[in-house]
């Protein structure tokens, strides 16, 4: 397993206020695909400003606050699993999205922080 993306991931009901707080830091807006969770539509926002620092943000209408997580994009997301749960993380939902170009979940730490395991589909 390699990563191949690692960064900060904010989610958040109220992304566009968030966002803009980033712009105003000089961060720049670079794609923000959307993905059926099952539940919801979730837009992810990458952005990055020029010194190569990059911020997820995702909206998430059911967050009843902002929470910050890790964004951990893999190149196998089955043996990332695999590896976390033999490390104690939980899955947090208990299921995975599972999209054309997409295979992702919340994975929880016994100490609390999470990432948000994600292969992306090529």
């Known amino acids: 397993m390699k990563i191949t993306t690692f960064d900060p991931m904010i989610l958040s009901a109220k ?3 968030v966002i803009k707080v980033f712009e105003d ?7 923000a695909p959307t993905v059926d969770t099952g539940k919801s539509l979730v837009t992810s926002t990458r952005m990055k400003n020029e010194d190569g620092f990059a911020i997820d943000i995702a909206g998430v ?6 929470m910050n997580i890790i964004r951990m994009n893999v190149d196998d997301f089955d043996a990332a699993y695999e590896l976390l749960t033999s490390m104690g993380f939980k899955n ?6 599972d ?8 994975m929880v730490s016994p100490t ?4 948000d395991l994600c292969q992306h589909i090529k």
């Open 15 to 17: 992304a566009d206020d």
């Open 25 to 31: 830091l000089g961060f720049e807006k670079h794609h």
């Open 61 to 66: 209408a059911s967050m009843p606050r902002d």
């Open 92 to 97: 947090s939902s208990g299921k995975t999205v």
């Open 99 to 106: 999209t054309e170009t997409n295979k992702s979940t919340l």
């Open 112 to 115: 609390g922080f999470a990432f």
